[in-house]
C-alpha cells in the first residue's frame, strides 16, 4: 500500500485520525513531529527555538522522506509540512495526500486547548488566535488544495465520534479492517 498523508492546519485532526485509522485497519501510523521529536532527542519547540523555523523546515522535509520509506502506512504531517520546500509535490508522487479541511470555529477551540506546545501561536490570546489561523489558511489554502483528497475533520470530539470518523475514512480509501475490530 501506497503512504497515506494526512494534511491540513494545526488542529485539524490528522494525529487523532492517523492514529485511530491505524489501529482499526492494521496498518502503521507516523505522527510526523513525534518522528522527528524522537530522531532529534529534542521536541518541535525546542527545535524551533535552537535553529530557527528554517532550521526546523530542513529537518522536516528529511523527516518526511525517511517516513515515506516505510510501507502500510499513514503519516499525519505537520500543518506547515505541505507548504515549504517541494514537499506538497514529494508527496503527491509517493503516495496518497488527504486534506482535512476542518471549520474555523473546530480549529480555534482545540488550538486554544493545545496551544502551548505549538511554536508558532503558543503565546496568542482567543482572538490573536482567530485572526492568525485566519490568515495562515488563506496562505497555505494553495497548498492543501493540492490533494488528492479532502476529507471533514469536524467530528472528532469523542470517542464515538472519533471511531466513526475513522470508519468514514477507512470505507471511502478502501482501506482492509484489521481482525480484530471486524
Ligand atoms: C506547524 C504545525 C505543527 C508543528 C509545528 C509547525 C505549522 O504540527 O509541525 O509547530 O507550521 O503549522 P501540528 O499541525 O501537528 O500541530
Do not use: W
Amino acid at each position: 500500500m501506497q503512504p497515506i498523508f494526512l494534511i491540513g492546519y494545526m488542529g485539524c485532526g490528522k494525529s487523532t485520525l492517523g492514529r485511530n485509522v491505524s489501529r482499526i485497519a492494521g496498518i502503521d501510523f507516523i505522527d510526523l513531529d513525534s518522528y522527528i521529536e524522537g530522531r532529534y532527542h529534542a521536541s518541535v519547540r525546542e527545535l524551533f527555538a535552537a535553529r530557527g523555523e528554517e532550521g526546523f523546515r530542513d529537518i522536516e522535509r528529511r523527516m518526511l522522506h525517511e517516513a515515506a520509506e516505510f510501507e502500510n502506512v499513514i503519516i499525519a504531517c505537520g500543518g506547515g509540512t505541505p507548504c515549504f520546500h517541494d514537499n506538497m509535490d514529494y508527496m503527491n508522487s509517493r503516495g496518497v495526500t488527504v486534506f482535512m479541511n476542518t471549520s474555523l470555529p473546530k480549529l480555534h477551540s482545540r488550538l486554544m486547548r493545545g496551544r502551548y506546545k505549538r511554536p508558532l501561536i503558543a503565546d496568542k490570546n482567543e482572538e490573536e488566535l482567530r485572526e492568525f489561523i485566519v490568515k495562515a489558511l488563506e496562505q497555505r489554502m494553495p497548498f492543501y488544495s493540492k490533494a488528492k483528497m479532502v476529507f471533514d475533520g469536524d467530528l472528532l470530539e469523542n470517542e464515538c465520534e472519533v471511531s466513526e470518523t475513522a470508519l468514514r475514512f477507512i470505507s471511502l480509501l478502501n482501506l482492509p479492517l484489521n481482525e480484530n475490530s471486524k
